[in-house]
């Protein structure tokens, strides 16, 4: 009789929760390598995570509330490590709205264009050691500006596809206390517009960002002085069959400063190997205008392997020279002691989407 009591709590526990995640998606990614990197006296060696993509776990889902309209949100947690004892910590995205034919407005903390747009101007898929992906982490996030490819306290608009064509909207509340006190002209709030066009072997993007100014003082008297600035990009990819290229310029100006500003291109190709493998290579270049010897240099290549639709095999190497005051490197050798010095970058791993 216990027995049967047992069975039927897990038969209701399981039916239940089939019925609640009915409209839910649950998925992730885990993705490990070993990796080895040298700048100048630093060396890491080592087992290492999010070469191709960060780990990660999220929800996400949708309710029909009728004449085509529905609610959806997404509740993602990064930081998922697999080759340490990482836990679930801090949100990646995590949003909730409204979409329907008019494409859909979602609150939360979300990608700007930057973060949607850009990556199919890459070649390299974003792998952690590849040069591009080293030093795109500066354009849209240098300074002041605290952007980063997802944006807190923000509200987006995204639209449907008009012929190949569609575009997001996001305005990021900065959320600093303004008063009767207080002469800050902002809150440090910031704004980005993306248009991308995307039909058969052709994909196109233009994009623009803004951190707006704060100067001013706070109630207490503080001193707030935030430039703020802008940026912009344009990025492509066409896909010639045997072979597709890559191709984006992106440029940042802090305001106030008409030579404060640094800019990133970079050319990339993707040859098929078979029916699952591909030899991904690339060329970039980063510099800064106002600060001399900060230009830096670098080249990739990799092989990716798809063992199956959710299981791929990846291998990468690539070769930054930076100048006197340059140090772009994998992120653990950076120090004083790789300022100015070469890096060379090695990493083999594995990743699985679930």
């Avoid at 998925?27 to 040298?38: A, C, E, H, L, W």
């Avoid at 264009?113 to 050691?129: C, E, F, K, M, R």
């Avoid at 354009?139 to 569609?166: A, L, Q, V």
Wanted: proline share 2%; aromatic share 12%.
């Amino acid at each position: 009789m216990q027995k049967k009591i047992i069975a039927l709590a897990v038969a209701g526990l399981v039916s239940g929760a089939a019925f609640a995640q009915t409209n839910v998606t649950v998925y992730g990614s885990i993705d490990v390598n070993y990796t080895y990197s040298k700048a100048g006296d630093g060396k890491f060696s080592g087992v290492d995570n999010g070469g191709l993509n960060g780990g990660r776990v999220g929800f996400k889902g949708e309710e029909a509330l009728g004449n085509g309209l529905k609610a959806i949100f997404t509740y993602e947690f990064g930081s998922v490590d697999a080759d340490v004892n990482s836990g679930l910590t801090g949100s990646r995205q995590s949003f909730l709205g409204l979409a329907g034919s008019f494409g859909s407005v979602t609150l939360g903390r979300q990608y700007a264009p930057s973060g949607s747009y850009l990556g199919a101007t890459n070649s390299n898929d974003i792998t952690s050691v590849n040069p591009t992906n080293l030093m795109l982490g500066t354009m849209f996030d240098t300074m002041e500006t605290g952007g980063g490819s997802r944006w807190n306290n923000s509200i987006s608009y995204n639209s449907p596809k008009w012929g190949g064509f569609d575009m997001r909207a996001i305005y990021s509340f900065g959320e600093n206390v303004r008063d009767s006190y207080s002469d800050a002209s902002t809150d440090g709030s910031k704004f980005g517009l993306g248009l991308r066009y995307s039909n058969g072997p052709l994909y196109l993007t233009a994009i623009y960002q803004a951190v707006l100014d704060q100067d001013g003082t706070t109630p207490a008297g503080v001193d707030v002085d935030v430039d703020g600035n802008k940026a912009w990009a344009v990025g492509g990819s066409y896909d010639f069959k045997v072979a597709k290229a890559y191709a984006n310029y992106i440029q940042e100006k802090w305001n106030g400063d008409s030579d404060s500003k640094h800019r990133l291109w970079s050319l990339g190709a993707s040859v098929p190997v078979g029916k699952a493998g591909s030899v991904k290579v690339e060329y970039m270049e980063h510099k800064f205008n106002n600060i001399d010897d900060t230009k830096s240099k670098g080249f990739g290549i990799g092989y990716e392997h798809d063992m199956s639709k959710r299981t791929r095999l990846y291998a990468y190497v690539s070769q930054i020279d930076n100048d006197d005051n340059t140090v772009w490197t994998y992120s653990k050798t950076v120090g004083a002691y790789s300022i100015g010095e070469n890096s060379t970058n090695l990493q083999i791993g594995m990743r699985h989407f679930f």
